[in-house]
């Protein structure tokens, strides 16, 4: 592996451990065991680290944000999207842990986070038309809107309210799981027939 790549590779392991604030550059050099000349031939600052991290991110929410283009989305769609995305969010969950600091310090990232939140709401929004024309979701357009902006914001602070509500935050991936039940149980009341039974199914397995 290049050592740039070592280098993005390393700091976002550290700063999903630590925490982004608490790393500096000649943390992630001493972890290489390289100089931190060496680092800052590759990159000038932290920021620009972080920058080329939240690129990987985006695009890897850019893949995990469509939708089936030849078929009606059904209740699959909908867990797949949500798996995908917390997920997407756990790798990368520096961003959501220091989300207000690291997007008040640079006004591009900010706007590139606005447009991932809107893709998060599309996506949602034509799933859940999806569920709708296929006669298993029962929704106004009104219901739906709301709904996904209630997904969009659970999926966004969800690492947040889990390491607040625990006192401490884990490192451990199994909350994502109760991440994907809370926002299947937003979409529970407007399933009937087959579909509730199958997000019963699958959300008795996040449980278990």
């Known amino acids: 592996m290049k050592t740039r790549d070592r280098i993005l590779q390393i700091s976002l392991q550290l700063f999903n451990e630590h925490g982004e604030p608490r790393i500096t550059t000649?943390?992630?050099?001493?972890?290489?065991?390289?100089s931190p000349g060496n680092l800052y031939y590759h990159f000038r600052s932290k920021d620009e680290i972080?920058?080329?991290?939240?690129?990987?991110?985006?695009?890897?929410?850019?893949?995990?944000?469509?939708?089936?283009?030849?078929?009606?989305?059904?209740?699959?769609?909908?867990?797949?999207?949500?798996?995908?995305?917390?997920?997407?969010?756990w790798e990368y969950r520096f961003i959501y842990?220091?989300?207000?600091?690291?997007?008040?310090?640079?006004k591009k990232l900010r706007t590139h986070f606005r447009r991932i939140l809107e893709r998060k709401i599309n996506t949602a929004t034509a799933i859940c038309k999806g569920l709708v024309d296929a006669g298993v979701m029962d929704a106004t357009s009104e219901d739906i809107a709301a709904l996904a902006r209630n997904i969009a914001v659970v999926a966004t602070y969800w690492l947040n309210f889990q390491g607040v509500r625990a006192g401490a935050v884990s490192d451990e991936g199994s909350n994502l799981g109760l991440g994907v039940y809370q926002v299947l149980s937003l979409v529970a009341p407007f399933l009937n027939g087959e579909a509730r039974r199958l997000l019963q199914q699958i959300s008795r397995e996040y449980l278990a």
């Open 26 to 34: 000649n943390h992630i050099a001493d972890e290489m065991d390289i």
């Open 50 to 89: 972080i920058g080329l991290l939240f690129q990987q991110f985006e695009r890897r929410m850019d893949a995990v944000l469509q939708t089936p283009e030849r078929r009606v989305p059904d209740m699959e769609d909908m867990w797949l999207y949500l798996h995908l995305v917390f997920e997407s969010i």
């Open 97 to 106: 842990r220091d989300l207000d600091n690291i997007l008040s310090r640079n």
